[in-house]
């Protein structure tokens, strides 16, 4: 069994793998004042309340965009799992040629994503991670990260909303059932939900039409881009375990590496 971790701003995403199969994922808020001992102990807890025995975790691969935690993480997971990670970045193999201006400013959660959405769905594809922040990839059907956007996550325009103005409350983020709101918390929930619904649809659109390939497609992850994703035809797959599925199928293009 493989041990993959994705460290993001607000969760690190985790997850088993005995082979090709995903046989359990776990969600924890990403905290920077834990230290190697209470992340290897909530980790090892938390696989043997699934009954995996750490003694099964063959090997780990982590990605990070929060460098800050990385010391004590990988720590807890060498002193309790007893494995050395292999931390995506710098000289790991993906398949996926970085044609950005400057590659090593991409995150590592992208090229995962990248490498996810083009060898399980094909390229060209456009790869849409609704998470801290919403990010748009581009890659073609020669496996080439060739362009980026990034907006501000749902989430992070939600807080904007209530911390900023003082007489709007902190709401639930949900898809109202109509843009004709009629009470605040409504119009709230219908300006965030149906109005990132028409950013993503004119970013799938003009990324297509700039781009130039009449076949192009459209690839969502991320844990609010479920409610995106069903209220538009302009993605064409969404796959809550991208992500976890990228790291597994980076870690088999680099388990034979010293």
């Known amino acids: 069994m493989i041990f993959v971790a994705d460290v993001g701003n607000t969760n690190i995403t985790l997850g088993v793998f005995d082979g090709e199969k995903l046989i359990e994922s776990f969600r924890i808020t990403t905290k920077t004042m834990r230290t190697s001992d209470e992340y290897g102990i909530f980790l090892i807890n938390l696989l043997k309340a699934k009954n995996i025995e750490v003694s099964d975790i063959e090997a ?14 990988t720590s807890g997971i060498i002193k309790y799992i007893g494995r050395t990670p292999i931390i995506v970045g710098v000289g790991i193999k993906t398949g996926i040629t970085i044609q950005t201006t400057n590659p090593r400013e991409l ?16 390229g060209p594809v456009i790869v849409i991670d609704f998470g801290t922040a919403t990010t748009y990839d581009l890659i073609t059907g020669k496996g080439e990260f060739v362009a980026a956007v990034t907006s501000p996550g749902i989430r992070s325009s939600a807080k904007a909303l209530w911390n900023d103005a003082a007489k709007l409350p902190e709401i639930e983020i949900k898809k109202p059932d109509s843009i004709l709101a009629k009470d605040t918390i409504t119009s709230m ?3 965030l939900i149906y109005g990132y619904i028409g950013q993503t649809e004119y970013i ?4 297509k039409e700039e781009y130039g390939a009449e076949t192009v497609k459209v690839v969502a992850t991320g844990g609010l881009g479920k409610i995106i994703s069903e209220a538009t035809d302009k993605i064409d797959v969404y796959d809550a375990t991208l992500t976890l599925h990228g790291l597994r199928l980076i870690y088999n293009k680099n388990k034979n590496r010293k």
Not at 60 to 73: R, T
Not at 109 to 121: G, P
Request: no cysteine; net charge negative; hydrophobic share 50%.
């Open 60 to 73: 780990v691969i982590i990605s990070s965009v929060v460098p800050n935690i990385m010391h004590s993480f």
């Open 107 to 122: 995150g590592a959660d992208r090229i995962v994503d990248a490498v996810a959405a083009y060898e399980m769905y094909g």
């Open 189 to 191: 929930q219908a300006g």
């Open 204 to 207: 799938i659109d003009r990324i």
